[in-house]
């Protein structure tokens, strides 16, 4: 019963916080069907969890209530403060800045709702969202929402393969994309490469339509009869449109994210359950204000973008601000521009960010006054204390508190972090379990649990409202996935290190996922699209650690004949096939991998040579040929 009780004795929190643990450990059901009483209902649930993590494991929340997501974000808002800024957006190029009230924001993701309506998108059929930083990526999910359909937003970093393939797997009817991304002085040809994507779709691929949002107005070519333009279809829809009712586990969206195995996983989220988490998790972990104005700096086809910048703070009725710039683009310091600027006053954004920020002259960062800011925060990745404490007392001038926190695509919010105004936030430590959620750290073996002090693999043993509730159209791989490691947990993929006083310490992924600056990519990706050059007979990809990045991709490639195959290649292969934020940063072209007798590839060993960490190789004689390793040692000293 030990993982139960989340909050130990010795943890200092609010007595706010601590009765609110209190309360949801008492009696979890009525703590989580009055949360769902954040939301407006048309029909209000009468119970709240229904899931299981054994058998065939099924995730249920609120299942009996009925609402709208987009009406919970925009409509209650518009009734109470219609004129209240819900989104504040700047261009990249200097002065574009504009203000979308409630109001405004509920208009414009009327009409498209309406645009998509005639265009036969129906509830439940998914739509693509392909959108660098604009207002419209908000409003394309929201009018989604608004009319049932499930929204899947994929990344402008993804190769037309990588888009393909999700395209695909998700058979969406309509896809939203821009002519073009602006990315400092580079234009991202976001339109050529969706056409090259949706070429790759098999014939009679599932998109009859795609929407173009004209970003720089430069001329694309448009597909007669598919192909429309965005502002000229919305410009002939009224600015109101009738909310579909939804069931609270009908999906909101999905999401494509990395796992251990090939092929991505679209991760399905609810409607109900989802909205209550991240309006309760922006509210307790950013300890929300009405008159903050909020800066999550993620892109919206991350997760972090899905929950952050868009469902929590606007279901929440708050200011959200959305900067389509570089950090130091055309010149060092434009985030704190920004800050100062719009007078933001919770700043939210990754590691990756703050290392790079770190690195520059200080003069940039306290040539800024940053005075409105009130709570920092970092997501994504591990942040150490010395980046953590650079934060706080550059950016946040010893004022605000810091806070990490630990969630995934799968949790739908924060589950773990030191809640602003609550719990003391503690350099390194990603903080104490929000309350109702209960961690369990387990053995490597998945079947004991490590009680108080101690390490494992960081697991949930209760479903929280915001947890997917399936893989897309693959429910036995959700249960693989997540509930086959530590039978009756749900297994995040990580293992953490827990602290007398209960705060958990993230040590890092224990699958093959390697995480790039936030980016979660796994292994087996990479090796895939590796593979399908004809000259490469296998390939290992690993993750080192990387000062800027966190981790750094390695890949290892055995080619077929010797000088037949050079990195830049293989580098091709990965950009193609995935995306260009995947291409490793160091490819080895070696004669053979070391393997364990029974055929697996030792990647322990394969980190220690790219990270340049021979002393202690660890035992090699598992090996089925352990010469090899000397032979690796040399090549790859070879090539660097
Ligand atoms: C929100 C998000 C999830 C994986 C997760 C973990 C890593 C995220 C972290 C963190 C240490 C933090 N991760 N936040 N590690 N400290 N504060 O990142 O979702 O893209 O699905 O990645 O990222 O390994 O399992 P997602």
Redesign the pocket.
């Known amino acids: 019963m030990a993982d139960r009780f989340s909050l130990p004795a010795g943890a200092v929190v609010a007595d706010q916080y601590r009765a609110r643990v209190r309360d949801a450990q008492h009696d979890p059901e009525a703590f989580w069907l009055a949360q769902a009483g954040r939301l407006a209902w048309h029909t209000p649930p009468s119970a709240a969890s229904r899931s299981y993590f054994t058998g065939d494991v099924q995730i249920s929340w609120y299942a009996d209530g009925q609402l709208n997501v987009s009406e919970n974000c925009l409509d209650r808002h518009v009734l109470t403060q219609p004129d209240k800024a819900a989104l504040i957006w700047e261009g990249q190029e200097k002065g574009q800045r504009e203000v979308l009230t409630y109001r405004d924001l509920h208009a414009r993701v009327c009409r498209l709702a309406n645009v998509l309506r005639r265009l036969g998108v129906r509830k439940g059929e998914r739509v693509a969202i392909h959108l660098p930083a604009v207002a419209e990526g908000v409003v394309a999910m929201l009018a989604c929402a608004r009319i049932g359909a499930i929204h899947v937003v994929l990344f402008g970093g993804f190769s037309a393969e990588g888009l393909a393939e999700r395209i695909q797997d998700s058979s969406a009817g309509v896809v939203i994309t821009a002519d073009v991304a602006r990315r400092g002085a580079k234009l991202i040809p976001s339109k050529t490469t969706m056409d090259k994507a949706l070429a790759l779709c098999a014939s009679g691929g599932s998109v009859r339509h795609v929407l173009v949002v004209s970003v720089s107005g430069v001329d694309v070519p448009m597909q007669e009869g598919r192909d429309l333009s965005y502002e000229a279809e919305v410009a002939q829809e009224e600015a109101d449109c009738t909310p579909e009712v939804m069931n609270a586990c009908d999906p909101l969206f999905l999401l494509y994210?990395s796992g251990s195995t090939g092929r991505p996983k679209g991760v399905v989220h609810s409607s109900g359950g989802y909205l209550v988490w991240a309006g309760l998790t922006h509210e307790l972990a950013f300890d929300a204000q009405p008159d903050d104005i909020f800066w999550c700096t993620a892109d919206t086809s991350?997760?972090?973008g899905h929950t952050y910048v868009v469902y929590g703070p606007l279901v929440n009725g708050a200011t959200v601000l959305i900067y389509e710039g570089l950090p130091s683009w055309p010149e060092p310091g434009q985030w704190w521009d920004v800050i100062d600027r719009n007078k933001v006053t919770v700043f939210y954004t990754s590691p990756t960010v703050v290392r790079a920020a770190m690195r520059e002259d200080e003069a940039v960062v306290r040539a800024r006054s940053l005075a409105s800011l009130r709570v920092l925060g970092?997501?994504?990745?591990?942040?150490s204390p010395e980046a953590w404490t650079w934060f706080s007392e550059e950016v946040g001038r010893g004022q605000c508190p810091v806070v990490?926190?630990?969630?995934?695509?799968?949790?739908g919010g924060v589950l773990i972090t030191a809640c602003a105004g609550q719990v003391p936030g503690r350099p390194g430590a990603?903080g104490l379990p929000l309350p109702g959620v209960e961690i369990a750290l387990l053995g490597t073996q998945g079947h004991t649990t490590v009680d108080g002090e101690g390490e494992g693999l960081l697991c949930l043993s209760r479903s929280w409202p915001g947890q997917a509730m399936t893989l897309w159209q693959d429910h036995d791989r959700f249960r693989q996935t997540y509930f086959s490691t530590c039978p009756g947990y749900y297994f995040?993929?990580?293992g953490a290190r827990r602290e007398k006083d209960g705060y958990i310490w993230?040590t890092?992924?224990v699958d093959d996922?390697v995480?790039v600056s936030?980016?979660?990519i796994g292994t087996a990706e990479i090796e895939d699209a590796v593979a399908t050059d004809p000259e490469v007979v296998e390939s290992a990809a690993v993750g080192i650690p990387h000062d800027l990045k966190g981790q750094g991709l390695v890949v290892y490639v055995v080619a077929r004949e010797e000088g037949r195959l050079d990195p830049a290649r293989v580098a091709r292969a990965v950009g193609e096939g995935v995306g260009r934020y995947a291409v490793p940063e160091k490819i080895y072209i070696v004669k053979d991998l070391p393997k364990t007798r029974s055929g697996k590839i030792v990647r322990r060993l394969l980190r220690k040579i790219a990270a340049d960490e021979l002393d202690n190789l660890g035992d090699l004689s598992t090996l089925s040929d352990p010469e090899c390793v000397q032979a690796l040692i040399r090549q790859v000293a070879e090539q660097n």
Do not use: F, K
Request: proline residues 3%.
């Open positions: 994210t991350w997760i972090t970092t997501v994504g990745e591990p942040i990490d926190t630990w969630w995934q695509t799968e949790s990603a995040t993929g990580d993230i890092g992924r996922v995480n936030g980016h979660r």
